[in-house]
T-cell receptor, first 110, second 116 residues
Framework: QKEVEQDPGPLSVPEGAIVSLNCTYSNSAFQYFMWYRQYSRKGPELLMYTYSSGNKEDGRFTAQVDKSSKYISLFIRDSQPSDSATYLCAMISRDDKIIFGKGTRLHILP | DSGVTQTPKHLITATGQRVTLRCSPRSGDLSVYWYQQSLDQGLQFLIQYYNGEERAKGNILERFSAQQFPDLHSELNLSSLELGDSALYFC???????????????FGPGTRLTVL
């Protein structure tokens, strides 16, 4: 079983829809959870960073962590064509080991 | 623009060769990180340097090495190249070295390496 699983997509949704992106993980030592956005031919950029279970909101983005189910989500409200990108989840363990999901390609259709 | 620069943008070389990738961190950042991104493996952390010293090591092969110089720029050296080393190599920088989780990392645009 891979440490971090992420559906590669592509995921196509109409503009204005709510997008849900997810990752599951198997290592209970992961403590920090992040979401990165990567546009084509660019480096990843940090979107959200959470530590505890629960929700964290930043503008149109909400990150959700459920440590008991080893499941994290990123929700994008009022999706825009500019949100079209690859979204990577990432997790860091107590011993400073970082693992990335392989990314989900998202297309927002105008 | 993240403020992190990487050169070259593209590199094409042959198996068995050695290449050097260069990274300049954002002004004021002391930590530099190297990552490899390929289609089959995804994004993988290779190594971190802080103020010239190795801070953390990930899935870096013995054929690969890195260093950070007094002016804080960093170089990633890849030797005895194999076809499977073809990938995007990203450099990232952050302000301090309080651990991977403590600082926001800013990624450069990457170097695309093709090994033929």
């Amino acid at each position: 079983q891979k440490e971090v699983e992420q559906d590669p997509g592509p995921l196509s949704v109409p503009e204005g829809a709510i997008v849900s992106l997810n990752c599951t993980y198997s290592n209970s030592a992961f403590q920090y959870f992040m979401w990165y956005r990567q546009y084509s031919r660019k480096g990843p950029e940090l979107l959200m960073y959470t530590y505890s279970s629960g929700n964290k909101e930043d503008g149109r983005f909400t990150a959700q962590v459920d440590k008991s189910s080893k499941y994290i989500s990123l929700f994008i409200r009022d999706s825009q064509p500019s949100d079209s990108a690859t979204y990577l989840c990432a997790m860091i363990s107590r011993d400073d080991k970082i693992i990335f999901g392989k990314g989900t390609r998202l297309h927002i259709l105008p | 623009d993240s403020g992190v620069t990487q050169t070259p943008k593209h590199l094409i070389t042959a198996t068995g060769q050695r290449v050097t990738l260069r990274c300049s961190p954002r002004s004021g950042d002391l930590s530099v990180y190297w990552y490899q991104q390929s289609l089959d493996q995804g994004l993988q952390f290779l190594i971190q340097y802080y103020n010239g010293e190795e801070r953390a090591k990930g899935n870096i092969l013995e054929r690969f090495s890195a260093q950070q110089f007094p002016d804080l720029h960093s170089e990633l050296n890849l030797s005895s190249l194999e076809l499977g080393d073809s990938a995007l190599y990203f450099c990232a920088s952050s302000l301090t070295s309080r651990g991977l989780a403590a600082d926001t990392q800013y990624f450069g645009p990457g170097t695309r390496l093709t090994v033929l």
